[in-house]
């Protein structure tokens, strides 16, 4: 199947979200039998209230079913690994079995996962007006990886599972798991649409389909919570013309970032965060990064964000804690030792689209794209930029570390230079990758001026790789990529994580005003003049065949299907 994009105005919708709170007491669920001899961990499902409070906005009607309810895990944590082993095969799913030192796997029903989104159809949300009316029926994916919290006191402080399920089209592995002692959110967030529920009281009975109580021996015991629905209103809100404008807690969760924005779909509502860590970007640009729990095909539809971000922060909610460069620029010989070095591969382009590129000149065509480059390990990519002052370029070195973490050797790799650009305003690595249109016979065609990235851990592209790093520092821009009057900057690239750079930036188009209709290839290339030492230099390029058609001013592009992968 193909999709083809008319011309529209180019610009990065994404939401802000924050999510989890903490289970209370007195909702754990039970603890395996004594006799109990199955190493499959003992989950439950739980309410952490009795009732909500959920909002329906004038401007944008719609309630999201944040019930608060949550899967637990006790004895042993769930734990799964969700593969693909290239796009022209389905992702499975397969459960990690750990007891004692002892680990096993099960391999779990191949039609089980479509993506990397979550376990489809796990919940089923039923909601009934106060005469009894159903009024709700439907099911909701659940990501294991949601916000959640410890349950038991002897729990682990912190969960070793990542943070969020992956949002990248092509994604190629995830790890998904609720920590032994924890309980993770059923919430579905964006993944599911908001339903239409006048104000008033209701009843909701979430239960764990029996398709999945049957798989992970799920007792069959529904959760209801009593629902309050009450109706608000942005702007009268902001003007203070309500008690809800007065309060902090709601003017934080629906604040200053709807000025303006009356028009786009509110985000999903949700409690503040205690148990979760940062959220991956969905890419560079001058807005906040999406959610866990915000599907990469849904942030294109328009949604805008609640939060603005501030220096350290990655949604306006929760803290990423700064990448620190060396105190000083590297001394000695410059040597390239025999140790683990990272493996620079680049994803197919996604997110393709025809509009007025970041100039918006008129009477000229551009095809837009989102492109990404990950590190597929073992070792991470670590680059220092250090400036002589009043230079306008930083000098970069790459690290090198051996398998206790020292520094061993370091080697110079280019420049750095500052981009005051509006959605960068950061500092670049240059020649880090690079862009081509090529044409059908694969000859270049139109070469991108964008070769120089500021690196981030915007997506987890594939966790199930040697050495992953399932939590990453640098999530957040403004932590890993200085500011114009910094004197050194870090950036890394970690093992199993990606860069994203998506199609409203600067330089992520090409113009092809004067060109032919007919069939191209984006290209992605990774380390293309070989700067960069790495493991493997021959899977740096990834292609994606476009067809271009329409007239001057009114192009189109059609994007088939990447072996399996559907993202136009």
């Known amino acids: 199947m193909s999709t083809s994009t008319p011309r529209t105005r180019l610009r990065r919708p994404v939401v802000a979200v924050a999510a989890a709170i903490t289970v209370i007491a007195g909702v754990v669920a039970a603890a395996p039998d004594a006799g109990r001899t199955t190493p499959l961990p003992w989950l439950g499902l739980v309410a952490a209230s009795k009732s909500v409070t959920l909002d329906s906005w004038k401007e944008d009607p719609g309630v999201y079913l944040d019930l608060g309810t949550y899967l637990t895990a006790s004895g042993a944590p769930l734990e799964l690994r969700v593969t693909r082993k290239s796009y022209k095969d389905p992702v499975v799913a397969t459960q990690i079995i750990r007891k004692g030192n002892m680990t096993r796997t099960r391999a779990l029903p191949q039609d089980l996962v479509k993506d990397f989104s979550g376990l489809p159809d796990f919940v089923r949300i039923t909601v009934r007006d106060g005469a ?117 807690s709601g003017h934080a969760a629906h604040g200053a970032g709807h000025s303006g924005h009356t028009a786009a779909r509110t985000p999903a509502p949700s409690s503040a965060t205690t148990g979760a860590g940062p959220s991956y970007n969905v890419g560079h640009g001058p807005h906040p990064p999406a959610p866990a729990a915000v599907p990469w095909a849904d942030a294109r539809e328009g949604f805008r964000p609640a939060r603005g971000d501030g220096p350290g922060r990655t949604d306006g909610s929760r803290q990423a804690p700064a990448v620190r460069p060396n105190d000083r620029r590297p001394t000695g010989t410059a040597t390239v030792p025999d140790v683990p070095k990272p493996d620079l591969r680049s994803l197919p382009a996604y997110g393709i689209t025809i509009g007025e590129g970041d100039t918006g000149t008129p009477g000229r065509d551009y095809l837009a794209f989102s492109a990404n480059v990950w590190n597929a390990g073992p070792a991470q990519l670590v680059v220092d930029g250090f400036r002589k002052p009043g230079n306008e370029l930083m000098d970069a070195y790459q690290y090198f570390y051996d398998a206790s973490g020292k520094q061993v050797g370091y080697t110079p790799t280019g420049t750095m230079e500052w981009d005051p650009r509006p959605g960068h305003e950061h500092w670049h690595f240059t020649d880090f990758a690079s862009y081509r249109l090529l044409k059908a016979d694969k000859k270049e065609t139109v070469r991108s001026g964008k070769e120089a990235f500021c690196l981030a851990n915007t997506d987890a592209v594939d966790y199930t790789v040697k050495n992953a790093n399932w939590h990453p520092d640098n999530t957040d821009l403004s932590t890993a990529c200085g500011q114009e009057n910094s004197i050194s900057v870090r950036e890394v690239l970690d093992v199993g994580s990606g860069d994203t750079y998506t199609q409203d930036l600067p330089g992520q188009s090409f113009d092809i005003t004067g060109l032919s209709n007919g069939t191209y290839y984006i290209q992605v290339l990774a380390n293309p003049e070989k700067r960069l030492k790495e493991t493997d230099l021959g899977n740096n390029s990834a292609l994606r065949k476009v067809v271009l058609g329409g007239k001057p001013g009114a192009r189109t592009v059609t994007v088939p299907k990447h072996d399996l992968v559907e993202a136009p």
């Open 132 to 248: 009894g009316k159903e009024v709700v029926s439907r099911t909701e994916s659940f990501c294991p990886n949601n916000a959640s919290g410890r349950i038991l006191p002897d729990a682990p402080a912190t969960s070793k599972y990542p943070e969020s399920c992956p949002t990248n089209p092509f994604t190629l592995g995830s790890v998904w798991g609720v920590e032994n002692g924890w309980a993770s959110n059923t919430y579905a967030g964006h993944y599911s649409a908001p339903v239409a529920l006048p104000a008033g009281k209701y009843t909701a009975e979430v239960a764990v389909t029996k398709r999945y109580r049957d798989l992970f021996k799920i007792a069959d015991e529904p959760r209801t919570v009593d629902v309050t629905v009450r109706e608000r209103s942005w702007e009268e809100e902001s003007s203070g013309l309500t008690p809800g404008a007065r309060s902090a």
